[in-house]
């Protein structure tokens, strides 16, 4: 009786220990593994969830990409290709071939357009710069007609432009069949190649936000059959009023491309651009937009790696008549860096093995810039004054020089560069 008691509490205290153990051991799991998830990186976890088949996030400033997905999927554009349209049309008035204040007359073939338009009349004039708001305002199909027949003389030739300045810009993957992105076959884009052109636009004709960003406006009709003197324009991106900070670029919609977004914001001294396509709906090309700009603006520091006329050490030419050339950058270098990575920031630098005579501003070499293995940027590094090759008596001097250190296992002058 006394044994089958004994063994009745060992078996007892067995199983609360047991128990115990057991609930001890899954509490460590499930702190082991939340800590785990905190530890995770950030920017993997905060890596945005998109709808989009296609899209892309980069800095306007340098065009180091952010995000991409499918980037260089072939699309239907839709009213997106306004976009060269408009680049094109600015890059006109800058070589002085039309000024926004040339009148343009709208052709029968123009006033025939079909889809968004600002039913131009056969025969109406119009100021290039009206037209050009109403191609980025309210995306008039007109409008991007006249403009190319007006800049080009006909729009197959303005088309051929577009496909010109599109290989220029190196778009890979971009064909153009006219300039208003009517559906047409063999005519594609792809998110990377509308974020590039996007870039070239808004970085070099900023005048072109001025009118993106407006959200109403009125648009003065000169022609005497006109039914009314001034046309009302509202804004096809909703985004610059549901986005703070953004103030362009380009919607576009057919029923073959679906719902696309090329959009803008500034927010400091950081302008963004994504770049959504083939969405079932508007509201759907806002969300994925708003989700990548958040991304963006929310994840990535601005990071100045260094700036023009900055010392930043120097390089070796051993034929100068300065065998050491201080050495500078030719721009202003910044990039985007996530948050979580600003101390995996690595340099390499590259000599070109220039040989004097160099120019001032002459390149030297450039520094390869990564963020955790991965490169972003490749910086140009110049000299800071001109290097005279030396004479016969200096080389063989130095000559003399490294063969003793050499010897003597001295180090002979290197070079040291450090952004």
Request: charged share 25%; hydrophobic share 40%.
């Amino acid at each position: 009786m006394y044994i089958s008691r004994t063994n009745r509490i060992q078996q007892y205290l067995s199983g609360r220990i047991f128990k115990s153990r057991f609930w001890s051991g899954a509490v460590c799991l499930c702190v082991i593994a939340a800590l785990m998830v905190s530890m995770a990186p950030l920017s993997q976890a905060a890596a945005p969830s998109l709808k989009t088949k296609s899209a892309i996030l980069i800095d306007a400033e340098t065009g180091q990409v952010l995000y991409e997905k499918n980037a260089d999927m072939r699309l239907a554009p839709a009213s997106m290709t306004k976009i060269m349209t408009m680049l094109l049309a600015m890059e006109a008035v800058e070589a002085g071939k039309a000024s926004l204040d040339d009148m343009v007359v709208a052709s029968t073939a123009a006033s025939q357009i079909g889809g968004s338009q600002i039913w131009l009349m056969e025969g109406e004039e119009m100021r290039f710069e009206d037209m050009m708001r109403a191609v980025a305002i309210v995306s008039a199909n007109d409008a991007a007609f006249a403009l190319a027949e007006y800049i080009a003389g006909t729009e197959p030739d303005f088309v051929r432009l577009m496909n010109e300045r599109a290989k220029e810009l190196g778009l890979a993957n971009t064909q153009f069949q006219n300039s208003d992105g009517l559906p047409a076959e063999g005519h594609y884009s792809s998110a990377r190649d509308v974020a590039i052109m996007s870039r070239e636009l808004v970085t070099k004709h900023p005048k072109v936000l001025e009118w993106t960003s407006v959200w109403t406006d009125w648009l003065q009709r000169l022609h005497p059959r006109a039914s009314q003197k001034e046309s009302f324009l509202r804004n096809t991106n909703e985004l610059i009023v549901k986005y703070p900070g953004a103030d362009g670029l380009k919607t576009g919609m057919t029923s073959e491309a679906g719902f696309c977004l090329s959009a803008t914001a500034k927010r400091n001294d950081t302008r963004l651009i994504s770049v959504v396509m083939a969405l079932p709906s508007n509201a759907e090309r806002l969300d994925d937009t708003i989700k990548l700009l958040d991304y963006g603006f929310r994840e990535f520091d601005r990071v100045v790696l260094a700036t023009e006329g900055q010392n930043i050490g120097s390089v070796r030419v051993p034929n100068g008549h300065r065998e050491l050339v201080a050495a500078s950058v030719d721009r202003d270098y910044t990039v985007l860096v996530p948050r979580d990575k600003r101390e995996l920031i690595t340099t390499e630098f590259v000599s070109d093995e220039r040989k004097a005579p160099i120019p001032k501003g002459g390149r030297l070499g450039e520094v390869i810039v990564s963020v955790d293995g991965e490169e972003i940027i490749r910086v140009n590094v110049v000299s800071t004054e001109d290097v005279p090759k030396a004479n016969f008596f200096t080389l063989l001097s130095r000559g003399i020089r490294d063969f003793f250190r050499g010897l003597f296992k001295r180090p002979v002058p290197q070079t040291e560069i450090s952004l």
